[in-house]
């Protein structure tokens, strides 16, 4: 039982600490969003340089053998920064996707790229009525030869209009809603075929839904199992939630010390406003709300590498659900802590609390968790 | 960061559980699990029974009966003893009084009380609250004045648990009224025999009598039970008091209501299905249970930073734990009146546990007797160690700086 970092994490940890505070202040932020693919190329290539986009890859694909913790460490970062790039849908999904489903010829041509800033990726995943459920796919990869030719429609692709890689679910077989006869594909995002349509998300980032009339996937595209791609999916989802976790901790700890430092600074009736009591109780109950959402974020971070599926998934599907809950009542405590000021886009606190709103809806709400748990049988199974 | 349990720390799990299944009485576990009282001379026999065994005292130093153990084991043993679940020792003794006489009492006071309290030769009760002093304890009116070797005791306490057992009593007194309320206040060693004491039971709303009110009447204590300096006893009850508080998660407890709950609501049925089937329960059920995984990871943590915190100085993330641990314990308790459904409302005055158990028939299942009861008795959970509210205030000062 120890909660301290290795002396590696706490280096890597003041690096990307570091970033945060110098170059993503609000006002760059804003600016980084408005250029051209919604986020700063050059901020990308500072990631890159510090290692921060190598962190899960192994060394003999560019990465630097990063765990969870590693991944933690800089996510929370991120979401202290409110950062606007596409780290988890190249570094943890796309890079994830690979690692755990990709052949040695695969890993190797992408993930260096990725490590070193140069490739992009997005996971097209999501349709139209799947909603949360990861098997529900209705995009369809028809054999063709030695290749394969998807046709279908993917919906809020994180990053989709700027990635260089799509990394794309489709059946295969089945029907469905079937979890068995379902592919992963990697396809170029620019191929015949293909139309993105990109647009801005409530949370300063990007999305593009993307159509498939008639792709042709060549042999080298397809990642692993054509049948069997489901267990990879929820495994990078997993991964992916934990990674949602941390940043939301850092979301949450910026935004009670953004709240704070109003409630300490800001008067009426001749005294700070954070010298009233119903306002102090609400900050206490905001700091109770975040300090068991960074339990539950230890949690995920430590259950994330579990090679047991079913206990990996409710520890992920609890942790989901604690940062559902705490993240929801912790942005709406900040925002009403913060009074009129706290509701407009000048201000940075509503940005947090959004960004904070948007996570729930990514790979499954606090609801959706509950009820996966419940399902499974609980946390705490008779020993 | 590796949050898991070492091999060894496991083995020692397991150890400890071996020694509740192998020397508590099944009855008396069965007591525990059915939320029935216990009698004193149940829990004096058992706290005996570990006492044998070196675990008595296992959080004290080693020279006073401690066992050494890391504060990672010690987290263990409680977490074991909580969810087997067996009786907890006397809190009074060896939480609160038991670490105030080893770190500020007398020799005479170490030599003479620590071994009877890890013993249970004596059993201890606590003298803080009082009419007009709930949250606002220091502003204490109970007045002790020197006589020659004596202090001369006078006023009211309350609150004051299981004091019908007790043996001894440890009181915060005001033995300089001139000086500012924190700075006025001793902290006296009272025999419950001495004359002038009186006892007067508080009912609470599930019906039973585990608070008094304890009255003093020239009350004639010898000065030899003062514990450390006059005047200085308010420092004395804050570190009691951030002791009390390292233990109020009670993480263990509610695994074990969480456990207890399952159980029923295999049983009890909604339709034709049980009750552990129904969607909307089951994720009430599944929503407490993340919450409480949460909270054992906070308390966690809180233990593995207690290497490194100073002594004596509780972190303030404790009140974290109060208000989660409270709210949590609250909630296990609602879920069961739950289950029980119609037939919680038969109200069975508990017979007094040293009594012979009736030959009538329970109301109703065996198992729903006790459970409005408990759901009403919980209530003081957030109400008790520094209301909820206090908790909040001590968050908005000494971490949030408010």
Same mark, same amino acid.
């Given at each position: 039982?120890?909660?301290?970092?290795s002396?590696?994490?706490r280096l890597l940890?003041e690096?990307?600490?570091?970033l &945060?505070a110098?170059r993503y202040?609000?006002?760059? #932020?804003?600016?980084f969003?408005?250029?051209?693919?919604?986020?700063?190329?050059?901020?990308?290539?500072q !990631?890159a340089?510090l290692?921060l986009l190598a962190?899960?890859?192994?060394?003999?694909h560019g990465?630097?053998g *990063? *765990?969870?913790?590693?991944?933690?460490?800089?996510a929370e970062?991120?979401g202290?920064?409110l950062v606007?790039?596409p780290?988890?849908?190249?570094?943890?999904?796309?890079g994830?996707?690979?690692?755990h489903?990709g052949?040695?010829?695969?890993?190797?041509?992408?993930?260096?790229?990725?490590a070193a800033g140069e490739?992009?990726l997005?996971?097209?995943q999501v349709?139209?009525g799947?909603?949360?459920?990861?098997?529900d796919?209705?995009?369809?990869?028809?054999q063709?030869?030695?290749?394969?030719i998807l046709?279908?429609e993917?919906?809020? &692709?994180l990053?989709g209009?700027s990635a260089?890689?799509?990394?794309?679910t489709?059946?295969?077989?089945?029907s /469905?809603r079937d979890?068995?006869?379902i592919?992963? !594909?990697?396809?170029d995002a620019?191929?015949?075929?293909?139309?993105?349509?990109g647009y801005?998300?409530?949370d300063g980032?990007?999305?593009a839904?993307?159509s498939?009339d008639?792709?042709?996937?060549?042999?080298?595209g397809v990642?692993?199992?054509?049948g069997?791609a489901l267990?990879?999916?929820? /495994?990078v989802?997993d991964e992916?939630i934990?990674?949602?976790?941390?940043?939301?901790?850092?979301i949450?700890?910026?935004?009670r010390?953004?709240?704070v430092?109003y409630?300490?600074t #800001?008067k009426q009736f001749g005294?700070?406003?954070?010298s009233?009591?119903?306002?102090?109780? /609400?900050?206490?109950?905001?700091v109770?709300?975040?300090?068991?959402?960074?339990?539950?974020?230890?949690?995920a971070t430590?259950?994330?590498?579990?090679?047991?599926a079913a206990e #990996?998934?409710?520890?992920?599907?609890?942790?989901k659900?604690?940062?559902g809950r705490?993240?929801?009542?912790v942005?709406?405590q900040a &925002?009403?802590?913060?009074?009129?000021?706290? &509701?407009t886009?000048e201000y940075?606190?509503g940005?947090?609390?959004? %960004?904070?709103t948007m996570?729930?809806?990514? !790979?499954?709400?606090?609801?959706h968790?509950l009820? %996966?748990?419940?399902?499974? *049988?609980g946390?705490?199974?008779a020993? | 960061? =590796?949050?898991r349990?070492t091999?060894e720390?496991?083995a020692?799990?397991?150890?400890?559980?071996?020694f509740?299944?192998d020397n508590l @009485?099944p009855a008396?576990?069965?007591k525990l699990?059915?939320?029935?009282?216990f009698?004193k001379q149940?829990?004096?026999?058992w706290t005996r029974?570990?006492?044998? $065994?070196?675990?008595?005292?296992?959080?004290?130093p080693?020279?006073?009966?401690?066992?050494?153990?890391?504060p990672?084991q010690q987290y263990i043993?409680?977490e074991e003893l909580?969810a087997f679940?067996?009786?907890a020792p006397?809190?009074?003794?060896?939480?609160?009084?038991?670490p105030?006489?080893?770190t500020f009492?007398? +020799?005479?006071q170490?030599?003479?009380?620590?071994?009877?309290?890890?013993n249970?030769d =004596?059993?201890?009760?606590?003298?803080?609250?009082?009419?007009?002093s709930g949250?606002?304890?220091?502003?204490l009116?109970?007045?002790?004045v020197?006589e020659?070797?004596?202090y001369?005791v006078?006023?009211? $306490?309350t609150w004051?648990t299981?004091a019908?057992?007790a043996?001894?009593i440890?009181?915060?007194v005001?033995?300089d009224?001139?000086?500012?309320?924190q700075?006025?206040?001793s902290?006296l060693?009272?025999d419950m025999k001495t004359?002038?004491?009186?006892?007067?039971p508080?009912?609470?709303i599930?019906?039973?009598?585990?608070?008094?009110e304890?009255?003093?009447d @020239?009350?004639r204590?010898?000065?030899?039970?003062?514990?450390?300096? +006059?005047?200085k006893g308010w420092d004395?009850?804050?570190?009691?008091?951030?002791?009390e508080?390292?233990n109020?998660?009670r993480?263990?407890?509610s695994?074990e209501?969480l456990?207890?709950?399952?159980?029923?609501?295999?049983?009890e049925r909604?339709g034709?299905e049980?009750?552990?089937?129904n969607p909307r329960?089951?994720e009430k059920?599944?929503?407490?249970e993340?919450?409480?995984?949460?909270?054992?990871?906070t308390?966690?943590?809180?233990?593995a930073?207690e290497?490194?915190?100073e002594?004596?100085?509780? =972190?303030?993330?404790s009140?974290?734990l109060k208000i989660?641990?409270? +709210?949590?314990?609250?909630?296990?308790?609602?879920?069961l009146? =739950?289950?029980?459904?119609?037939?919680?409302l038969?109200?069975?005055?508990?017979? @007094?546990a040293?009594?012979?158990?009736?030959?009538e028939?329970?109301?109703g299942?065996?198992?729903a007797?006790?459970v409005a009861p408990?759901y009403?008795?919980w209530? $003081?959970?957030s109400?008790?160690?520094?209301?909820n509210?206090?908790q909040?205030q001590i968050?908005?000062?000494?971490?949030?700086?408010l």
């Open positions: 039982m120890d909660f301290d970092l002396d590696e994490q940890k690096s990307v600490d570091r &945060v110098d202040d609000f006002e760059s #932020r804003n600016r969003r408005s250029e051209p693919d919604g986020f700063s190329r050059e901020i990308w290539a !990631f340089e290692g962190v899960p890859f192994a060394e003999e990465g630097i *990063g *765990g969870p913790v590693e991944t933690m460490i800089v970062a991120f202290r920064g606007v790039e780290y988890l849908s190249t570094v943890i999904l796309g994830g996707l690979l690692r489903g052949s040695e010829a695969q890993k190797a041509e992408i993930l260096p790229a990725v490739t992009t997005a996971f097209a349709e139209r799947s909603r949360y459920d990861l098997f796919v209705a995009t369809t990869a028809r063709d030869g030695e290749g394969w046709n279908g993917k919906g809020v &692709v990053h209009d260089d890689r799509l990394l794309v489709a059946r295969t077989g089945g /469905r979890r068995h006869g592919g992963l !594909f990697l396809v620019k191929a015949p075929g293909i139309s993105r349509r801005p998300t409530q980032m990007r999305a839904e993307i498939f008639n792709v042709r996937v060549g042999p080298d990642l692993g199992d054509p069997g267990l990879v999916v929820e /495994r989802a992916a934990a990674a949602l976790c941390a940043e939301s901790l850092g949450m700890d910026r935004m010390d953004l709240t430092e409630i300490k #800001r005294v700070a406003i954070g009233f009591q119903a306002l102090q109780h /609400r900050a206490a109950d905001m109770v709300a975040i300090e068991q959402a960074r339990s539950m974020t230890y949690f430590m259950m994330a590498g579990e090679d047991n #990996r998934a409710s520890a992920i599907a609890a942790a659900v604690q940062i705490s993240g929801r009542f942005g709406q &925002v009403q802590l913060h009074g009129g000021v706290g &509701v886009m940075s606190i940005h947090y609390f959004k %960004r904070m996570i729930d809806t990514a !790979f499954g709400d606090a609801d968790h009820s %996966r748990l419940a399902e499974g *049988g946390l705490f199974k020993a | 960061m =590796d949050l349990f091999p720390e496991n020692f799990r397991q150890e400890v559980r071996g509740f299944r @009485d008396l576990r069965a699990v059915a939320g029935h009282h009698s149940e829990l004096v026999d029974v570990l006492n044998a $065994k070196g675990w008595g005292v296992p959080h004290w080693v020279e006073h009966g401690g066992t050494g153990w890391t990672v043993f409680l909580q679940p067996a009786p006397l809190a009074f003794g060896v939480n609160m009084v038991g105030v006489i080893y009492g007398s +020799e005479e170490k030599t003479h009380f620590l071994p009877r309290i890890a249970m =004596d059993w201890w009760c606590q003298g803080f609250s009082e009419p007009g949250s606002d304890l220091a502003s009116k109970t007045k002790a020197r020659g070797d004596h001369v006078n006023g009211q $306490k004051t299981l019908q057992h043996d001894w440890f009181c915060l005001r033995t009224p001139a000086a500012k309320k700075e006025g206040i902290f060693l009272i004359p002038g004491i009186t006892v007067r508080i009912q609470t599930d019906g039973g009598v585990e608070v008094n304890v009255f003093f @020239d009350v204590v010898p000065v030899g039970n003062l514990v450390g300096q +006059e005047n004395y009850a804050k570190f009691l008091l951030g002791n508080r390292t109020i998660a993480v263990g407890v695994k209501r456990r207890r709950i399952r159980e029923l609501a295999a049983i909604i034709e049980p009750m552990i089937r329960f089951r059920l599944a929503a407490v993340v919450e409480l995984k949460a909270l054992e990871m308390q966690l943590r809180v233990v930073a290497r490194t915190r002594k004596g100085k509780p =972190d303030p993330a009140s974290v989660k641990g409270s +709210e949590i314990q609250q909630m296990t308790t609602e879920l009146l =739950d289950v029980v459904g119609p037939y919680a038969p109200y069975a005055p508990e017979p @007094d040293d009594a012979h158990l009736s030959n028939p329970p109301i299942p065996d198992w007797s006790s408990t009403f008795n209530r $003081k959970v109400i008790y160690g520094g209301s509210e206090i909040r968050i908005a000062k000494a971490i949030l700086g």
